[in-house]
């Protein structure tokens, strides 16, 4: 295993850091699909803490940083397809009921999910992607609701290369203080969320107006 990398493992969180840095020597690209594909469908696993540690990765010569945007993204986008047949086959009830039995995540969870995409929709998707537990959940509801599957595919992947390309550049950057990244990942989560109360703020008062000036 390269040194750097393996010195990475001790960092906090070391049993998660230590078996993706092992999974990513060994198999590279690939490897960093599968840990951030996981991240989907098993939501405790942080891509706060995953992401930094590809582009991390990515500057010590395990693979290049576009392998590893391409990777990652395409691991996000093949767990959220995942997660979304799920939410088709299994229906509202039985998906609520399969929540309740994975650890660490509440059933709790995939009502504000599934509330968020009644209310945002296709907004819901795509910036959902930036939002923690919603990124995991969030295709849940978008397969129980049967969303076309090509507007799903295209909102997650531009979400999932967005949200992916900040972490693992952050974690490219940093080099073995990719850390870090982990540290500081709520600001951006909070700006996203701003963000979004900004828009949604801003496309009501732009309807109001215009029916205003219709009445009038």
Do not use: C
Request: charge should be positive; hydrophobic fraction near 50%; glycine fraction near 10%.
């Amino acid at each position: 295993m390269n040194l750097l990398l393996a010195q990475a493992a001790s960092e906090p969180m070391g049993g998660l850091a230590g078996w993706a840095v092992s999974l990513m020597d060994s198999l590279g690209g690939p490897g960093a699909a599968i840990i951030v594909g996981l991240d989907n469908l098993f939501p405790p696993i942080p891509s706060e803490l995953v992401l930094p540690l590809a582009g991390f990765s990515a500057s010590q010569g395990t693979f290049t940083l576009v392998e590893a945007l391409v990777w990652t993204t395409f691991g996000s986008v093949a767990g959220a397809i995942i997660v979304y047949y799920l939410g088709m086959l299994l229906g509202r009830d039985r998906t609520r009921r399969w929540m309740a039995k994975i650890p660490l995540v509440k059933t709790s969870d995939f009502d504000k999910t599934e509330a968020w995409f009644q209310k945002h929709g296709a907004k819901a998707v795509f910036l959902g992607r930036m939002v923690p537990i919603f990124r995991s959940l969030i295709s849940l509801p978008a397969g129980i609701e049967r969303m076309p599957f090509w507007r799903f595919l295209a909102l997650t992947t531009v979400g999932s290369l967005i949200w992916n390309t900040v972490f693992v550049l952050a974690g490219y950057g940093l080099g073995e203080s990719w850390h870090i990244v982990e540290k500081y990942a709520g600001f951006f989560q909070y700006f996203v969320i701003a963000a979004v109360a900004i828009a949604i703020t801003l496309f009501v008062v732009t309807r109001l107006r215009e029916k205003n000036r219709t009445n009038a």
